[in-house]
């Protein structure tokens, strides 16, 4: 019976494959794709996705990609603020954590307006597109050939997951539809078919937001499809309206039609029950890397050393935790470089402890083993990470669930930590496991839990300005940047795998965002980078040309040096979706100017003093008589904000701006006394 069973699994895979060919050669070019002229409702669209495909395959790990968009006018060619057009193409690398996806079979094509066709034989090449607070996105690029108005530009590809050497469990592809993009899509086709013939769940909820609203005239006919490997599903949508994103929003895909494939059992029709069982599979499994922990009572006792206080002790194997080699902040090894530099796989913790590395999990499991030894109630969370998704309870699967915390017992009180998150310090979750969801792992099954939130005096800039005016207008001086808490966390965590001149780049292009355009910056030398906690701290030479300007005898100088990107954010007068901060903030700025010989103060801003229940923000100016002495704050204890707090908020923030973008006058002449502001 077992061989008729893989016998039948592999005709399955076969004929699936045989199946998934056919959806993947080139379409025939239409006369209404030659002919389509614009968007309907949006006349003046840049571009249009004529057809896009997308298959996912559980049985090859993988997901076929096609895309077919047309070039309406000039738009579509200007580059954007990325010196991007639509005749360049970037196809996403999506990862899982040590998990990353191959671009394999891509191949591209212009399909010109008079119907030729010119193949692109050019060489895609990898590179980081964005890179900021953590994240870094990859992409493979390439410029398609001969695009102009009128032009079709197609492309093709498949994503296949690349499992390591060490991963002793099945994993899959994609598991959601890419059903709406930042193009109107005249025509979508949409299949997903599960490993052998096994049973999925399918959370098919989908809805269009546009213009604030769900609009109920579109047709979203799903049909799902049973193929001969048992219930494969497909979904064909025509006219599905371009998604619109907006600043400071929350993770796109909760606000995009979506259907999400994940596996569950059999017969079981409760969600609570269904995490119940997940919750308990989760246990057994932890349970046995935890077990098998030789050395690592011993271990646990070393770090903690004469220590008696609880909360220090703690600390102690903390720290010894953090200082196994993480491989998750590590470039991922080919099977034979992982052999040629002696990487072995983990199997348990007393593994982790004897080799001295591990990914970010197993280090989160070493130190749930070294504080059980240490006679502390210790527990693994399975955390949601809403940076890409807030969780939804109705999806019963551990994708969504695939960051691991700790939860100690101290003294009566449950605190979470993150000995797996490189530079995390002790008492510290990083800003995206905070104020989430998390399923605690326990015999029973699991307890929902919430991770504590981050407030705002856990993550503070502080820019300190020293600076002189000359009389041309222009600005000189050093800037001293200090980044503390979830701050200097995601600043450290962005310049891994930077060098000393990466690191400076970053660092002088982030300073360049807050100054004004034209600003000339020089990172002297920065402090930190290498710190579990503590603050990041980086030191500038800038110059600014025009900062200041002569009005007759009058000198306008702006008091503040420093432009912040939120002051843009609320420049509209409405809003469509949620306002959303990824974590609490403080901006703590003092900007000192020395002004030129022969000048008194003739007017100084006003003192500024805005209130909200969870935001303030203080600004004051004073002139001693050669140099003119700016303090601000800007405190805010706030991520999510439903559509109705806009008004509010718009409000605050346009205090902010009036107050950042306010002058000092100065006379030429007379007195020289020292003289304040209101």
């Known amino acids: 019976m077992r061989t008729v069973r893989y016998f039948s699994l592999a005709l399955c895979f076969l004929f699936s494959i045989a199946c998934f060919a056919q959806k993947e050669d080139w379409l025939p070019v239409t006369p209404q794709d030659l002919q389509y002229k614009e968007v309907p409702g949006n006349k003046g669209a840049a571009a249009v996705r004529l057809y896009y495909a997308q298959h996912i395959n559980d049985n090859t790990s993988s997901c076929f990609i096609y895309q077919r968009i047309k070039i309406l006018n000039e738009k579509a060619l200007n580059p954007d603020s990325r010196g991007k057009t639509y005749a360049d193409i970037e196809v996403p690398i999506f990862s899982f954590g040590s998990i990353v996806e191959n671009i394999t079979d891509l191949k591209a094509r212009t399909i010109k307006p008079d119907g030729s066709i010119v193949e692109f034989t050019g060489k895609p090449f990898e590179k980081v597109i964005f890179k900021g607070r953590g994240d870094k996105v990859s992409v493979k690029a390439f410029s398609m ?42 025509k979508e086709t ?9 049973e999925f769940q399918s959370s098919s909820k989908p809805s269009f937001y546009f213009d604030g609203a769900k609009i109920s005239n579109v047709t979203m006919n799903l049909k799902e499809k049973p193929s001969k490997s048992g219930n494969g599903s497909e979904l064909q949508l025509a006219n599905v309206p371009a998604f619109e994103r907006e600043e400071f929003m929350p993770p796109e895909d909760n606000f995009k039609p979506s259907v999400i494939f994940f596996y569950g059992r059999k017969g079981n029709d409760s969600v609570d029950k269904e995490w119940q069982e997940i919750g308990k599979d989760r246990y057994e499994e932890l349970e046995t890397f935890l077990a098998a922990n030789k050395g ?54 007393g593994d982790v402890l004897a080799h001295g590395y591990g990914y970010e999990d197993s280090i989160t499991f070493l130190f749930v083993a070294m504080a059980r030894a240490a006679g502390f109630d210790a527990s693994v969370v399975q955390v949601s990470d809403r940076k890409t998704r ?57 307890t929902f839990v919430k991770a504590p939130p981050i407030t705002y005096d856990k993550s503070v800039t502080r820019r300190t300005a020293q600076m002189s005016l000359d009389e041309d207008g222009t600005l000189k001086g050093s800037v001293i940047l200090e ?17 000393e001149a990466g690191r400076k780049k970053d660092m002088e292009d982030e300073l360049k965002q807050w100054l004004p355009k034209g600003s000339i910056v020089k ?37 503040y040096l420093f432009q912040l990107k939120q002051n843009q954010t609320f420049a509209h007068a409405q809003r469509k979706y949620p306002v959303y901060f ?45 140099q003119l002495v700016t303090q601000r704050q800007l405190a805010f204890n706030g991520i999510y904000f439903d559509v109705d707090k806009y008004s509010e908020l718009k409000s605050f923030f346009g ?4 107050g950042d973008e306010q002058q000092a006058v100065l006379h030429a002449g007379g007195s020289t006394s020292a003289q304040k502001s209101n």
């Not at 808490?485 to 995601?490: R, T, V």
């Not at 008194?600 to 050669?626: H, I, M, W």
């Open 145 to 186: 050939p001969e695009v102009s108005v009128g032009s079709i530009v197609e492309y093709k590809y498949r994503a296949q997951v690349l499992v390591p050497a060490y991963s002793f469990i099945k994993v899959f592809a994609r598991d959601t539809w890419d059903i709406q993009s930042e193009l109107f899509t005249v």
């Open 190 to 198: 949409l299949t997903y078919q599960p490993y052998g013939g096994s």
């Open 296 to 349: 690592v009572k011993e271990a646990a006792m070393q770090a903690i050393g004469g220590e008696t206080e609880p909360g220090m002790k703690l600390r102690k194997i903390y720290e010894r935790a953090q200082q196994v080699r993480n491989l998750t902040y590590e470039r991922e090894r080919t099977k034979e470089e992982r052999k040629q530099e002696n990487i072995q796989k983990n199997t348990n913790v």
């Open 390 to 446: 807030f969780f939804v309870k109705e999806w019963t699967s551990l994708r969504q669930l695939d960051d691991e915390i700790a939860a100690v017992n101290l003294n009566g009180s449950e605190i979470y930590l993150e000995p797996g998150t490189r530079f995390c310090p002790y008492g510290f979750l990083r800003w995206n496991h905070t104020a989430t969801d998390g399923l605690k792992i326990e015999r029973k099954g699991g």
């Open 483 to 499: 980044f503390e808490g979830a701050e200097a966390l995601e600043h450290r965590l962005d310049a891994i795998d930077s060098d």
């Open 523 to 559: 990172m002297v030398v920065a402090q930190g980078w290498e710190s579990t906690g503590g603050p990041l701290v980086a030191r500038f030479n800038i110059e600014v040309p025009g900062y200041a300007s002569m009005a007759g005898k009058r000198l306008l100088i702006p008091a």
């Open 582 to 626: 990824p974590y609490p903030f403080t901006d703590t700025d003092s900007v000192t100017i020395k002004v030129p010989a022969g000048f008194t103060l003739e007017s100084a801003p006003p003192q500024q003093d805005a209130k909200l229940p969870y935001a303030r923000y203080q600004n004051v100016s004073q002139f001693d008589g050669t």
């Open 655 to 658: 205090k902010v701006q009036t």
